[in-house]
């Protein structure tokens, strides 16, 4: 390690740097994933019933920047066999949109609280014994769900674009707000250059919120409404626990697992040119679920390693601790200002949509790469047609029907839960199909 602070040691991951050089990396890293750190808060709120208020969202909102900022400092600088030593950006994570969504909907936004908890505990606990276990989800299973979890994001992001669970749903207003999002969004992808195009998301939200504006979609008076300061709050809810939700949500915590190897073991790959050790893994996972557990103390859904920060570590080569920890610490001061979640609360979801439908469309894209990169041989293409097809076509609305001779714990498990479905079929499908099944010419 470099005791002397340099700027060069960003491209190191434990020599100092001068804090004023460091803070515009931090910031970026923070830019790249601010946005989809925010937004599962706000769909799976939208999907609660009762349904929760503007003020209650802008205040999970605050507390999930607290939160995340907390995350990526136990994964930089671990407790004890807690956090990977890695440069590791943390956040709300995508993941478990669709399973929580349906637990808000069925149970209450309390039930969410509850499920995190446990399942957090649970995947921090398995993440302590990783060595054991690791091999059984292999890439080939990581990316049948990553492309399941693509899948299962569609129609969410299509009800955020129609203007979600409102009166006007499908109106020429929304139409209009989530298609100029949509353009913007776009259009930035095509016309930026470098680091700024991780941009977009942010671009398109500041362009649909404007245009939302016009319309009369957005009450600007609420943004300042609980004054520029206020410390976050600690269980604004109290959990509540279903077996069913329980089960549910701890199955898409071994997903979120499946995520984690894989984005942690690409970011030591791309950015320190090594395999990952089993230490590592470890780690990141345990933080993954403990800062989890705490996440929902908060209120807040489960937090994980976000893959924008790994593209932008393989772009940037900036893998530096101190670097990302500056990032890190805006986080937390983030959420100490509730001005920036009442922002973010005041969003219409036809904004959100426009964003949002394209992010889904990139992890379904993601989920095919990581296939590509798999290999297509025999036995890969049966685990995820295979999977794809039976979780897919058993779990759509006109199907369901077909878990009617099941128990009624894994009907609320399983039946409008594609992605749990994929993830069990495809772990049996890797253990029992054999290990060649080319056939011989």
């Known amino acids: 390690m470099n005791n002397q602070a340099n700027i060069n040691n960003i491209y190191q991951l434990d020599g100092k740097v001068p804090i004023g050089k460091s803070i515009p ?24 019933q009762p349904a929760l208020s ?32 890695l ?38 606990t398995l993440g302590l014994f990783a060595k054991y276990w690791r091999k059984i989800i292999s890439p080939i299973v990581a990316a049948s ?7 299962s994001l569609f129609t969410v992001g299509a009800r955020s674009f129609g203007g979600g669970y409102n009166e006007d749903f499908g109106s020429v207003q929304n139409l209009i707000i989530a298609g100029v999002t949509l353009l913007t969004c776009l259009g930035w992808n095509i016309f930026a250059k470098g680091y700024i195009r991780q941009l977009s998301v942010l671009a398109g939200l500041i362009v649909g919120y404007i245009v939302a504006i016009f319309f009369g979609k957005v009450d600007l008076t609420m943004i300042f409404a ?14 509540e626990f279903n077996v069913g939700a329980i089960i549910s949500t701890a199955i898409i915590f071994l997903v979120s697992a499946a995520e984690t190897i894989g984005d942690t073991s690409a970011m030591v790959a791309t950015g320190l040119n090594r395999d990952i050790t089993d230490r590592e893994i470890s780690g990141s996972l345990a933080c993954d679920g403990f800062a989890s557990s705490i996440s929902s103390l908060f209120g ?16 940037t080569k900036v893998v530096n601790r101190y670097t ?9 001061l983030a959420g100490l200002l ?10 219409p979801d036809a904004v959100l949509g426009g964003c949002t439908i394209m992010m889904f469309g990139t992890i379904l894209t993601s989920g095919m790469e990581m296939i590509a990169k798999c290999g297509f041989t025999q036995r890969n293409i049966t685990i995820v047609s295979l999977s794809l097809a039976i979780g897919i076509g058993f779990t759509t609305a006109s199907e369901v029907g077909i878990w009617a001779i099941f128990p009624e714990a894994v009907q609320t498990v399983f039946a409008s839960n594609v992605v749990a479905v994929v993830f069990v079929m495809a772990i049996i499908l890797n253990l029992i199909l054999p290990k060649n099944m080319e056939m011989k010419k």
């Open 25 to 48: 990396f931090g910031i970026q890293h923070i830019l790249a994933m601010f946005v989809s750190n925010l937004t599962p808060i706000t769909l799976i709120a939208a999907a609660a």
């Open 54 to 85: 503007t003020s209650e969202i802008a205040m999970l909102l605050q507390n999930a920047m607290f939160v995340a900022g907390i995350a990526t400092l136990i994964q930089l600088f671990p407790i004890w066999k807690i956090g990977s030593k």
């Open 87 to 124: 440069p590791i950006v943390m956040g709300v994570s995508f993941t478990f949109v669709t399973v929580l969504c349906t637990v808000a909907a069925n149970y209450g936004y309390p039930a969410v609280v509850g499920a995190v908890l446990v399942g957090g505990l649970f995947e921090g």
């Open 145 to 151: 769900v990553v492309t399941a979890i693509g899948f």
């Open 226 to 239: 609980d004054g520029f300061i206020a410390l976050p709050k600690l269980l604004p809810y109290k959990p």
């Open 300 to 315: 807040c859904p489960p937090v994980t390693s976000f893959s924008q920060n790994v593209g932008l570590i393989a772009m």
């Open 324 to 332: 990302i920890a500056t990032g890190a610490a805006c986080m937390l």
């Open 338 to 347: 509730p001005p920036i979640g009442n922002f973010f609360a005041s969003l």
